[in-house]
């Protein structure tokens, strides 16, 4: 992507996600029942998919790029349970950075496939896993990363082909997702500031707090813990 001096780099994108993200997880947590937080939250996935595949078109070594991710997963796992259900341990659905891992491997096995049913049948099985193990997301969340690889190049059939999946979706909630396209099409190219350990550290540690602030709330989540 041609970088230029005017729209939102990739720092100021990164954040957006991140405040979207933390009124959805608000919301969740504390005010289950406002519309309002959950529609906000819609944009936060989206962003993050983008950035995803802008960093493995940009990387250097996707191996240590997928290494970071699969520790921030391990590390956010308990964080993440605990703040959805109030368990230590859940198999209901597993934390979002097992979504971009899973991913950027499906990424880095398609760069590596010359044939286009290849290229299918990798992105189809790797739907499969995310399905499998019940990342959060799942098969659309691969699908929205695919989408903004495959179509890197060409931002209009990019912006639609993410409309189309949103829409595919089914659910009335989820098509607010349609609006992250307007800070997607204003992204210039540009890194921005960097400091990516903090928005891979903010995951586990706000979903951490959340709980925490929760239990004190409400200390009858704490009989909930090793149940």
């Given amino acids: 992507m041609k970088e230029t001096q005017v729209g939102l780099n990739g720092f100021a994108l990164k954040m957006t996600a991140v405040v979207s993200m933390l009124c959805d997880h608000l919301g969740k947590v504390f005010f289950p029942d406002c519309i309002i ?3 906000i939250g819609r944009l936060a996935f989206p962003l993050f998919a ?3 595949a802008e960093g493995f078109l940009h990387t250097k070594d996707v191996k240590k790029y997928m290494l970071r991710l699969l520790i921030f997963a391990l590390l956010s796992e308990i964080p993440y349970d605990l703040a959805r259900t109030g368990h230590l341990f859940s198999w209901d659905s597993q934390n979002v950075f097992w979504t971009l891992l899973f991913g950027v ?7 590596k496939t010359g044939s286009v ?5 990798i992105v189809v099985a790797v739907m499969a896993a995310a399905m499998i193990a019940r990342t959060d997301y799942s098969a659309f969340g691969i699908a929205v990363v695919f989408v903004f690889y495959f179509f890197y190049h060409r931002p209009a059939w990019k912006y639609l082909a993410f ?3 949103m829409l595919l979706m089914g659910n009335t909630v989820q098509i607010a997702a349609i609006a992250s396209v307007l800070p997607m099409a204003l992204y210039n190219g540009r890194r921005g500031i960097s400091c990516k350990y903090f928005f891979y550290a903010f995951y586990p540690c706000h979903l951490m707090i959340l709980f925490l ?9 704490w009989q909930h813990i090793l149940v």
């Avoid at 049913?117 to 049948?121: A, S």
């Fill in 37 to 39: 937080l959950n529609i």
């Fill in 50 to 52: 983008f950035v995803l």
């Fill in 105 to 111: 491997f499906m990424l880095y096995l398609v760069q």
């Fill in 117 to 121: 049913g290849g290229q299918f049948v």
């Fill in 163 to 165: 409309t189309v999946l």
């Fill in 213 to 221: 602030i929760s239990a004190y709330l409400y200390p009858v989540v």
